[in-house]
């Protein structure tokens, strides 16, 4: 099992960013998947999943993001736009398989395969 994160990179506030996530070693459909965020000092938070075919969001991205996924493409889509200087973190995605069944999808001690993370700075 094999996530890639791509995508990350410097904005202004306002701007757009579009991560991408390749996996490999496994299908789409099979996995809960979602993207991650830690900012410096902070701990790792869920910032939007896909489980069990439901889209969740943190609240403070509601509006502004939008998760979807390319089972062709084996690949997770995080469109951002209207970025913040509070959105800057690394960017981690994150899958667990279905079959095992989660309580918090937000939960990032829900998942057991990890990306190595994009860098997202968001500043004037």
């Known amino acids: 099992v094999q996530l890639v994160e791509s995508g990350g990179g410097l904005v202004q506030p306002g701007e757009s960013l579009r991560l991408s996530c390749v996996v490999s070693?496994?299908?789409?459909?099979?996995?809960?998947i979602g993207w991650f965020r830690q900012a410096p000092g902070k701990e790792r938070e869920g910032v939007s999943c896909?489980?069990?075919?439901?889209?969740y969001y943190a609240e403070d991205v509601k509006g502004r993001f939008t998760i979807s996924g390319d089972d062709a493409k084996n690949t997770l889509y995080l469109q951002m736009n209207s970025l913040k200087p509070e959105d800057t973190a690394v960017y981690y995605c994150?899958?667990?398989?279905?079959?095992?069944?989660?309580?918090?999808?937000?939960?990032?001690?829900?998942?057991?395969?990890w990306g190595q993370g994009t860098q997202v700075t968001v500043s004037p």
């Open positions: 994150a899958a667990v398989p279905r079959r095992l069944g989660i309580r918090t999808p937000l939960g990032a001690h829900e998942y057991d395969f």
């Open positions: 896909i489980s069990d075919g439901i889209t």
């Open positions: 070693g496994f299908a789409l459909d099979y996995y809960n």
